[in-house]
């Protein structure tokens, strides 16, 4: 099988419009935190080597390397969310005549559901990351491509409230209300502040267009 990141934007559009179950929000949640570590990245690279903006060179490229970093796992994530969902698909089809077939399948569940829940965290994680990276691009970078800061903000904290819905789902299925409710509780700290957060750089980058 093809890695997805390996694939045609076309196609990845055909698959997700498809009847499988994978690639799906999941996927799609990692994809716009990507793309918005993407958008910081452009703004980093326009930025740099710009005379005007010397004083920030320095911060400007720190930032690009930590926005490269964030873009790996995010796209990473991509892949990761279609792996972990396929496994459960696999285990939702694992015999369930016997009382041992039963229990073996229902254990196996409880297993990657707990896999399926870290996944989204981690991508909510991800994403509130490139929020914040989003903010020092629009309060330094060229406001040529301010606009693009702008973007990655959108498109991170769409990315974050994305994988929160994954979240919650999985946690739905779960069992093991301790683990669901501690992810709940993780997830929630997550998303507090970050449409704040977005909201302003939002605002930052309006007021100078």
Same mark, same amino acid.
């Given at each position: ?27 799609? @949640?990692? %994809? /716009?935190?990507?793309? !918005? *570590? ?10 740099? +080597?710009?005379? $005007? ?76 990351? @490139?929020? %914040? /990276?989003?903010?020092? !691009? *629009? ?10 800061? +702008?973007?990655? $903000? ?56």
């Amino acid at each position: 099988m093809i890695p997805v990141k390996e694939k045609s934007l076309q196609t990845f559009l055909d698959d997700l419009a498809s009847k499988s179950a994978t690639p799906g929000g999941g996927s799609v @949640a990692a %994809l /716009l935190g990507a793309q !918005a *570590a993407a958008l910081v990245a452009m703004v980093c690279r326009l930025t740099i +080597g710009k005379p $005007a903006y010397a004083e920030v060179e320095d911060e400007m490229v720190a930032l690009l390397a930590k926005t490269e970093d964030l873009r790996a796992q995010l796209t990473a994530l991509i892949q990761a969310d279609i792996d972990v969902f396929n496994r459960l698909v696999a285990c939702y089809g694992m015999p369930k005549q016997s009382d041992a077939e039963k229990s073996a399948r229902s254990a196996a569940i409880q297993v990657v559901l707990k896999e399926a829940t870290q996944v989204p965290i981690d991508c909510a994680k991800a994403c509130k990351e @490139a929020i %914040l /990276l989003s903010q020092i !691009a *629009a309060e330094k970078g060229s406001v040529g491509v301010i606009s693009d800061a +702008g973007a990655a $903000a959108m498109a991170a904290y769409g990315g974050l409230k994305t994988a929160a819905l994954n979240v919650h789902i999985n946690t739905g299925g779960l069992k093991d209300r301790t683990f669901a409710e501690a992810k709940t509780h993780e997830l929630e700290s997550l998303i507090a502040d970050a449409g704040s957060m977005a909201d302003q750089v939002y605002r930052l980058v309006q007021s100078k267009l």
